[in-house]
C-alpha cells in the first residue's frame, strides 16, 4: 500500500516569492494534518482536515498561509509571501477516522528553504 | 513551559546497552501518549504506544504515570540500528490534538 505522498521534497526560494507543497494521503484516510518542523524541534501541527472541512487551524498563520483540501483527497499548503523563518521541513499526514484516529503517518515532507 | 518536554540528550550509549528515556506533559487532561521514532531526515514514524498499565514490544518498554505526568521509554540490549531521535507525544484532550516532544537523540555505537 502506497504510504502519504508529498512534492516538491525539496524547494529553495527568496523571500516574498510563494511556494505551494502538495500532499496525498493514505487512500481511505478521512484525516489529514499538515505540520511544520523547525529544525531540532518535533512537528508543530499547523492544519488539521476532516475530508474536506478544516476542523483545527488555530496554529495556521492566517496572514501568509492558507491551505485547501477540495474533495477530501489530496490538500495544498501554500506560503504567501514567504519569509525567512519560514524554512523548516512540511510534513503532511494522514489517519483514519475514530477510533483508529490517533495512529498517524506522516509523509517525507517537504524541506523548504528561504534565502 | 512547553506542553511536552524531554531531555534532548544525545545520549551516547554503547552496543547491548540498556537506555531510559524520560518525558513530562503539563496537560492534566491528556488521554494517551505515543512514542514516535524519526531517523535522520526522514519522518517520524509510530513506535508504540504507551498505556498506564505499561506495555512492552521486544526490546521496548513503555510506563506511564499519570500522577505525576510523566512517560518513559526502555530499550534494551541496544542495536546500532536503534539510533534515531525519539519523539514523546500527547494527545490532548481536547481537539484531538498530538502535541510532540522536540525529540531526544539516541546513537548506538560500537
Redesign the interface.
Known sequence: EAGVVQSPRYKIIEKKQPVAFWCNPISGHNTLYWYRQNL??????LI?YENEEA??DSQLPKDRFSAERLKGVDSTLKIQPAELGDSAVY?CASSLG?PA????Y????TRLLVL | RKE?EQD?GPFNVPEGATVAFNCTYSNSASQ?F?WYRQDCR?????LM?VYSSGNEDGRFTAQLNRASQYISLLIRDSKLSDSATY?C?V?QAY?????????TILRVKS
Open positions: 531540532g524541534q518535533g512537528p508543530e501541527l488539521r476542523v483545527d510534513l475514530w484516529q490517533e495512529t498517524q506522516f509523509g517525507p515532507g | 511536552v534532548p494517551s505515543f526522514k519522518e517520524p514514524k509510530l504506544s519523539l507525544v494527545n481537539g484531538n490534538k498530538l502535541v510532540f516532544g522536540a525529540g
